[in-house]
């Protein structure tokens, strides 16, 4: 059964901490990863992976992938308040998008 | 150009009564997604259309949820009857066969059943 797992399932941390959030999976025929960042509204999207090794960067955020192991990261560096959301990962398989249960991050001040 | 849009954005009844949502996609997107999310939970595919074709359907519980897209457009999810395990976010989401990759959601709608 395909699945997605996103780890930790949530992180409380201070203004300007860089954090890693962690997604795993096993998915029939990947054709993608991708990173979603959801407040209290649509989720909207961040990165799309589909090559092992590639970084993706935008801003402070950035993603790799690793097909061999099934992983993904995303980093987060000198986080801001605003950074707190529910950080969604999912992975296309020939057809279908699988969710994650998302890493709720919480960024105080 | 506008995103996908989604109404009502919120809506309360009572169980056992029935209940409608409605999705515009972003224009062009032929493929369109309606999830579920419960709380704490990642969204859950409840069916898939490739224009008015419903191609995916296999999560719909199809005794009380139905779901249309009669011009290959607009979408409509109906539940009847609600009940109280219902009470969740309905997701619309969609996307263009020319970039197959990412999703484009709508806000939601939150319904509640009392």
Redesign the interface.
């Known amino acids: 059964e395909d699945k997605v797992v996103q780890s930790p399932l949530s992180l409380v941390v201070h203004e300007g901490d860089t954090v890693t959030l962690n997604c795993s999976y096993e998915v029939t025929n990947f054709r993608s990863l991708l990173w979603y960042k959801q407040e209290k509204k649509a989720p909207t999207f961040l990165f799309m992976l589909t090559s092992s090794g590639i970084e993706k960067k935008s801003g402070r955020l950035s993603s790799i992938l690793d097909k061999k192991e099934l992983f993904s990261i995303l980093n987060i560096t000198a986080t801001q308040t605003g950074d707190s959301a529910v950080y969604l990962c999912a992975v296309k398989g020939t057809y279908k998008y699988i969710f994650g249960t998302g890493t709720r991050l919480k960024v105080l001040a | 150009e506008a ?2 849009v989604q109404s009502p954005r919120y809506k309360i009844i009572e169980k056992k009564q029935p209940v409608a949502f409605w999705c515009n996609p972003i224009s062009g997107h032929n493929t369109l ?1 309606w999830y579920l999310q419960n709380l ?6 409840l069916i ?1 259309y490739e224009n008015e074709e419903a ?2 359907d296999s999560q719909l519980p199809k005794d009380r949820f139905s779901a249309e897209r009669l011009k290959g457009v607009d979408s409509t999810l109906k539940i009847q009857p609600a009940e109280l395990g219902d009470s969740a976010v309905y ?1 619309c989401a969609s996307r263009s066969a020319s970039s ?9 709608s939150r319904l509640t059943v009392l």
């Open positions: 995103g996908v997604y704490g939970q990642g969204p859950e595919l898939r191609v995916d997701l197959p990759g990412e999703l484009f959601f709508g806000e939601g």
